[in-house]
Nanobody, 119 residues
């Protein structure tokens, strides 16, 4: 089994910053792409950004220039640095990883962490 646990969410004022972390643990042989998604109330889950094992990054247009995704392969951890936060960034943020367990390769999700941007 593979577990992903997010941390770092909270309440922040507009213009502020937060850093999210997501650590993967369990039966892990290697991790391919890791990413962050978010879901606001009443909306579908959407991509925020992804990073490959080779550190190739991809971002949603709505966060380009404000958010930065990174990873520490030795710690099986992915980060999301969020700057210049806006009220519309309010959502539950989920981590996703494509994990090779040595037997199979599949997508795993964390349970999410709430980010609220409000004055």
């Amino acid at each position: 089994q593979v577990q992903l646990v997010e941390s770092g969410g909270g309440l922040v004022q507009p213009g502020g910053s937060l850093r999210l972390s997501c650590a993967a643990s369990g039966r892990i042989f290697s991790i391919n792409t890791m990413g962050w998604y978010r879901q606001a109330p009443g909306k579908q889950r959407e991509l925020v950004g992804t990073i490959t094992s080779g550190s190739r990054k991809n971002y949603a247009d709505s966060v380009k220039g404000r958010f930065t995704i990174s990873r520490d392969n030795a710690k099986n951890t992915v980060y999301l640095q969020m700057n210049s936060l806006k009220p519309e960034d309010t959502a539950v943020y989920y981590c996703k990883a494509t994990v090779n367990t040595g037997w199979t390769t599949g997508d795993y999700w964390g349970r999410g962490t709430q980010v609220t941007v409000s004055s």
